[in-house]
């Protein structure tokens, strides 16, 4: 396909920026949810009005709204794979390596895989150092994102987590917060002010709660940054984004 080949450097234009936004998971999983918990409130809306108060209410339409969360999130991804390809936008394979270049995926070279594989594992042993410390200072307490994903587990398919979880979110977050900041000029380089910039607003987006888990997703978000700046690809982010979450799903079935 024409987009692993990567499409040529542009500068990524204020419309198409807002357009991704508005299709992205994080504003589908608000569309649908509501589209989802309406549909069933109109058809059942007899049932509805049995319910004797407004928490039983909730507690029947978990389910709807769980799934409407997990489809509006995968959703998203499809709809910003659309708007990639329809306007050509240079998020996939930046450095238009050939196949003969990238390595596993497109986009990676052996160099920077080279590079991650010493980087991902010791930047994430400072992190979780770091998050340990933290913790010990200040408690224990999850972001306002954390503890959504932990209510989806049991009423959600265990296959349409993996694709939210493992899959969607991480490529998603991805082009948004690393490619749509770090890279919406017309260069490969990004700068420490587009890091920075990026990293608090991924934090940001994930509710934290106090700083402990402030530290998490900015620091997280950090990490995956600057992967992307380093190897100049926003695939590098994606890896380090799908392993960390890899590792927060199987820890969700445990």
Same mark, same amino acid.
């Given at each position: 396909?024409?987009?692993?080949?990567?499409?040529?450097?542009?500068?990524?234009?204020?419309?198409?920026?807002?357009?991704?936004?508005?299709?992205?998971?994080?504003?589908?999983?608000?569309?649908?949810?509501?589209?989802?918990?309406?549909?069933?409130?109109?058809?059942?809306?007899?049932?509805?009005?049995?319910?004797?108060?407004?928490?039983?209410?909730?507690?029947?339409?978990?389910?709807?709204?769980?799934?409407?969360?997990?489809?509006?999130?995968?959703?998203?991804?499809?709809?910003?794979?659309?708007?990639?390809?329809?306007?050509?936008?240079?998020?996939?394979?930046?450095?238009?390596?050939?196949?003969?270049?990238?390595?596993?995926?497109?986009?990676?070279?052996? $160099?920077?895989? %080279?590079?991650?594989?010493?980087? &991902?594992?010791?930047?994430?042993?400072?992190?979780? @150092? =770091?998050?340990?410390? +933290?913790?010990?200072?200040?408690?224990?307490?999850?972001?306002?994102?954390?503890?959504?994903?932990?209510?989806?587990?049991?009423?959600?398919?265990?296959?349409?987590?993996?694709?939210?979880?493992?899959?969607?979110?991480?490529?998603?977050?991805?082009?948004?917060?690393?490619?749509?900041?770090?890279?919406?000029?017309?260069?490969?380089?990004?700068?420490?002010?587009?890091?920075?910039?990026?990293?608090?607003?991924?934090?940001?987006?994930?509710?934290?709660?106090?700083?402990?888990?402030?530290?998490?997703?900015?620091?997280?978000?950090?990490?995956?940054?600057?992967?992307? $700046?380093?190897? %100049?690809?926003?695939?590098?982010? &994606?890896?380090?984004?799908?392993?960390?979450?890899? @590792? =927060?799903?199987?820890? +969700?079935?445990?």
């Amino acid at each position: 396909m024409k987009v692993f080949e990567g499409y040529p450097l542009r500068k990524i234009l204020k419309r198409e920026q807002a357009l991704m936004w508005v299709l992205s998971p994080i504003v589908m999983q608000i569309v649908v949810t509501f589209l989802l918990t309406f549909y069933v409130i109109i058809v059942n809306r007899d049932v509805i009005q049995n319910f004797a108060s407004e928490t039983e209410l909730m507690s029947a339409l978990e389910p709807v709204i769980n799934l409407g969360s997990s489809l509006g999130t995968v959703m998203g991804l499809v709809f910003l794979t659309i708007v990639i390809i329809w306007r050509k936008i240079p998020l996939v394979n930046r450095k238009q390596l050939t196949k003969d270049e990238w390595k596993v995926i497109p986009g990676l070279s052996k $160099k920077d895989w %080279r590079f991650l594989s010493w980087y &991902i594992p010791v930047s994430y042993v400072i992190y979780i @150092l =770091g998050n340990y410390i +933290l913790t010990s200072i200040f408690g224990e307490a999850e972001a306002i994102n954390q503890q959504g994903i932990e209510e989806l587990v049991g009423s959600t398919p265990i296959l349409l987590m993996f694709l939210m979880v493992v899959i969607a979110a991480p490529i998603a977050e991805e082009w948004l917060f690393r490619g749509l900041i770090l890279f919406r000029h017309n260069s490969l380089e990004a700068s420490w002010l587009a890091v920075i910039v990026s990293s608090v607003l991924f934090g940001l987006i994930h509710v934290p709660t106090d700083i402990p888990s402030a530290f998490s997703y900015i620091g997280m978000g950090f990490l995956f940054a600057y992967a992307a $700046k380093q190897t %100049r690809s926003v695939e590098a982010g &994606i890896v380090y984004h799908m392993l960390n979450n890899l @590792l =927060g799903f199987i820890a +969700l079935y445990q």
